[in-house]
């Protein structure tokens, strides 16, 4: 009678699921977020006559904008430039203390920054 009792208890075996190793998707749509990407690298989506003030301290940079559109943006850095960028467009400025993007028009606009410090001596 022991040896069937032994035989069944052996045969019961329980099973743990295995975590997931395929990652989650975030609930905020990437377009919608404004974080790093990489190092340097931000994504921020504006809205229609939206302005997204980027830093009021950021420290000597030259920084790399793209407009991808639709909406046609204006640029103010300081001790940098101020500048319309139409969609599509590309600019290298110099840029320290404020940065401020706003969207001139009616349609939003996706804007990609890539910032690269100056190292002084």
């Known amino acids: 009678m022991s040896k069937g009792k032994a035989t069944a208890a052996a045969k019961q075996k329980r099973t743990v699921p295995q975590k997931s190793t395929v990652p989650q998707e975030s609930a ?15 994504t921020v ?15 000597p940079c030259h920084m790399v904008i793209q407009n991808h559109g639709p909406g046609q943006i204006w640029l103010a850095a300081g001790y940098g430039d101020l500048m319309d960028l139409s969609p599509g467009k590309l600019r290298v ?11 001139r028009g009616d349609q939003p606009a996706l804007i990609e920054l890539e910032f690269f410090p100056v190292f002084l001596k």
């Open 93 to 103: 400025t110099y840029v320290e203390g404020n940065l401020t993007v706003q969207v």
């Open 28 to 42: 905020v749509p990437a377009h919608d977020a404004a974080f790093p990407c990489r190092s340097g690298h931000w």
């Open 45 to 59: 989506s504006i809205e229609p006559r939206g302005a997204a003030f980027i830093s009021q301290t950021l420290r």
